[in-house]
């Protein structure tokens, strides 16, 4: 569904992003894990074109066939690809009902609106009952499933989410993971960004890893779970992390 291919990002004179490759397949939940300053949220950016320089220096990107990196924000969302920001970025003074209709407006069937603004209202029971109230005294939770239902109206074949359990407590995110779960049921494939790795790994059918601008490793859950550099620096499992035994794991991911 989509492949991005040796793409370089550039913020001024500061290579953000190093050459970076990946695919993914229609119907897949894909995490692409890492540490803050990876370049995660940059590549998602890239993906939507986002980013002041508008296009990447290098490489090219494919969405069902169709090269994008050349194309308009609204272009791309008007093919089938949603992005939902860290932290949200509701329209805080408008209710949740005009949030939930922005994310239309690129449509123009009045009445296939209407029937999306209903399964919206089913995923998200919340915001049926807050569909009059401003966004901007919704909790973090409750701007989460806005967001992410405002990101629905466009319908989506891929939806991009940027650290969608960030602030949220145990249980939110859970519920937040579920809900992802059940819109990739739905037949929408999800592109992941998020710090939560352990949380993205019970989900994900597949992930990335990345450290300083590069993919470094890429497989299933199952096996990433099972990977001691993993489990040390990305899950905490390991009771003998050391300094030492860090720097020793990012040499070896810089050049894999």
Do not use: C
Not at 30 to 41: P, Q, W
Not at 50 to 71: A, S, T, W, Y
């Amino acid at each position: 569904m989509l492949s991005v291919k040796n793409i370089e990002t550039w913020y001024d004179l500061i290579r953000a992003l190093y050459g970076i490759s990946f695919a993914i397949k229609e119907g897949d939940i894909v995490a692409l894990l890492g540490s803050n300053g990876a370049g995660k949220t940059t590549t998602l950016k890239t993906i939507m074109r986002l980013l002041e320089d508008d296009q990447p220096e290098k490489g090219e990107i494919e969405f069902l066939g169709r090269r994008i990196d050349r194309m308009d924000t609204e272009e791309i969302v008007r093919l089938g690809i949603s992005y939902v920001p860290e932290g949200r970025e509701v329209f805080p003074e408008l209710t949740v009902m005009e949030n939930i209709l922005m994310g239309a407006y690129t449509r123009k069937d009045t009445k296939g609106i209407k029937s999306d603004i209903e399964n919206v209202l089913k995923l998200f029971p919340i915001l049926r009952e807050r569909q009059s109230q401003e966004a901007g005294h919704l909790s973090g939770g409750e701007q989460q499933m806005l967001a992410i239902g405002r990101a629905l109206m466009s319908r989506p074949k891929l939806l991009m989410l940027d650290e969608p359990s960030l602030g949220l407590s145990p249980l939110l995110t859970k519920e937040i993971f579920n809900i992802i779960q059940n819109i990739n049921k739905q037949g929408v494939t999800i592109l992941l960004v998020e710090q939560n790795v352990n949380m993205a790994l019970q989900y994900a059918h597949y992930a990335f890893l990345m450290e300083n601008g590069r993919i470094v490793r890429a497989d299933k859950p199952e096996v990433l779970r099972e990977d001691n550099d993993v489990k040390e620096f990305y899950l905490g499992i390991s009771t003998e992390t050391s300094v030492k035994g860090y720097k020793r794991y990012r040499r070896k991911v810089r050049f894999r």
